[in-house]
């Protein structure tokens, strides 16, 4: 079966935008939904719950987009288009990256720049500018194939806490 070339999304990002999450690329449930993390086993919606202080994987998307622009988060994927099978990052290939140096000069605020997994990070770090007063994250990746449990990604993910 031949990869399928998929885009990412349009980012989700104010100007006073203060921590911006970056992911990889969609998944395919995502893509299909036109959502950010939709695929119900992610943990995503639950992690960053806990770190805004708000239940947002209870509420409709567009209402959990509302909350994160109140809440000042930011999201957005390094990757704007990529061959891949099925939604795993260990399959994609011929990334083309977003160009993060142009949207991070448009958000004064950004305090800390957090990237969902390690291909996230990977790829991200190579697109970022010379940062005197952001933070940078590596999370652990919010999918349900990294197995380390919902606890420990919870102890990471509330760091991102100090950029609110």
């Not at 943990?43 to 409709?60: E, H």
Request: glycine letters at 6%.
């Amino acid at each position: 079966m031949p990869a399928i070339r998929h885009a990412s999304f349009a980012p989700h990002v104010a100007p006073d935008t203060r921590l911006l999450i970056l992911g990889s690329l969609p998944g395919v449930r995502s893509l299909a939904e036109q959502q950010y993390y939709a695929h119900p086993t992610n943990q995503f919606w639950r992690l960053l719950a806990d770190v805004v202080d708000r239940p947002l994987a209870n509420m409709p998307y567009n209402d959990r987009l509302a909350a994160l622009r109140e809440a000042k988060v930011g999201l957005w994927d390094v990757i704007r288009s990529a061959e891949r099978h099925m939604s795993s990052d260990s399959q994609i290939r011929e990334a083309e990256a977003h160009d993060l140096a142009a949207l991070i000069a448009g958000v004064p605020d950004l305090r800390m720049i957090a990237f969902n997994g390690g291909k996230a990070a990977a790829i991200g770090r190579k697109q970022l500018p010379s940062l005197d007063r952001i933070t940078v994250v590596d999370l652990p990746s919010s999918s349900a194939a990294n197995t380390i449990g919902f606890a420990a990604k919870l102890d990471r993910w509330l760091a991102l806490r100090g950029a609110l």
